[in-house]
């Protein structure tokens, strides 16, 4: 009688155990999946408490408007991200996107003509980016590094270094503009870009491979999937929201600036892994990206309200990304 009641003991502590631990199991899974929302949730409550002005409808719109250009730019590096790959040259392609739509206009040609010149050269340069890396399997981070040096020396050549000014009243409605006088149009052409690559991602037999290619290329090649094609089509979509994005900041201002992209690549790639895109491929997706953009965004703008001086920001964005690159190395461990 004695051996069954430690039995009986042993049994149902074994029990607790594995219910505990298969809650802890889901509490980590929610929080690894979740992190960039639940971080949002919290900066957002924060915000309302530190500043009266954070919450109001202006604000919060003015936020939307500011991180646009970002989300544009960092979804489509989280396309390529998916792939194992990324493009540090976005920042120059930016630059000379606009450049080329402004010179386009100032040659005769008309607005939809130079929206088509500004978006042709970012996916020129992606197209050239992707032809590089994918025929010679060199470091992408070297070659964008390269080609964005290229991009940023034609847009000097292009400009002869001064300033031009866009000649069609209509182009600067893009970037300041605002749908019914309240939502601006680059907001709304950054939800539209979300949309659309968040159900090719996730709808689209390309999608599938897109995760694939990222997880294992091998084993995508041996499956049949065409590995390079794919990550030549991740490196075309990367250029080209590049090139929307020069065309947006571009008419924000009405003028040209070959550093008008200047810091979109590095923020790009952390707003992406904020989001929950790995660096190591084979996760991530639009909506998590456009969620990161939003974190950034709101934590620019609390800092700004609190007069937080510009190098303490600089900190302060650093750390919340090497927290959260930390958080997620640590989420994910076996």
């Excluded at 936020?63 to 489509?76: D, K, T």
């Excluded at 749908?179 to 390309?206: D, E, H, K, P, W």
Aim: aromatic share 6%; charged share 10%; hydrophobic share 55%.
């Amino acid at each position: 009688m004695t051996d069954t009641v430690p039995i009986e003991v042993n049994a149902a502590t074994v029990a607790a155990n594995r219910g505990a631990s298969g809650f802890g199991r889901r509490v980590s899974a929610i929080v690894r999946d979740q992190t960039a929302l639940i971080l949002l949730i919290v900066l957002v409550a924060a915000g309302g408490l530190a500043s009266d002005v954070f919450m109001t409808s202006r604000n919060l719109l003015n936020i939307l408007w500011a991180v646009s250009v970002l989300g544009i730019v960092a979804m489509g590096q989280s396309v390529l991200l998916v792939t194992r790959n990324f493009d540090m040259s976005v920042a120059s392609v930016i630059g000379l996107a606009g450049i080329v739509a402004v010179l386009t206009q100032l040659v005769g040609f008309g607005l939809a003509a130079s929206i088509a010149a500004g978006l042709l050269t970012g996916l020129a340069f992606g197209l050239l980016n992707g032809l590089i890396v994918v025929l010679t399997g060199a470091n992408p981070f070297l070659i964008t590094l390269g080609t964005g040096t290229f991009a940023y020396s034609v847009a000097l050549i292009l400009t002869h270094s001064k300033t031009f000014y866009a000649s069609i009243p209509v182009f600067m409605m893009i970037g300041r503009g605002k749908l019914f006088g309240m939502i601006n149009y680059s907001v709304l052409i950054c939800l539209a870009i979300a949309f659309i690559l968040q159900f090719v991602m996730q709808r689209t037999v390309f999608g599938r491979n897109l995760y694939i290619t990222g997880l294992n290329a091998t084993a995508g090649r041996l499956s049949g999937i065409r590995v390079q094609a794919t990550q030549l089509v991740a490196f075309v979509i990367c250029g080209a929201t590049a090139g929307l994005a020069g065309i947006v900041v571009t008419s924000r201002t009405g003028s040209t600036l070959a550093m008008a992209g200047a810091g979109y690549d590095f923020d790009s790639i952390i707003a992406a892994v904020l989001g929950g895109t790995s660096l190591l491929g084979g996760r991530g997706g639009a909506m998590r990206t456009l969620i990161g953009v939003l974190v950034l965004g709101v934590l620019n703008n609390l800092l700004i309200l609190l007069s937080v001086p510009i190098e303490s920001q600089r900190i302060a964005k650093g750390a919340v990304f090497l927290a959260v690159v930390w958080a997620d190395s640590v989420l994910r461990r076996p």
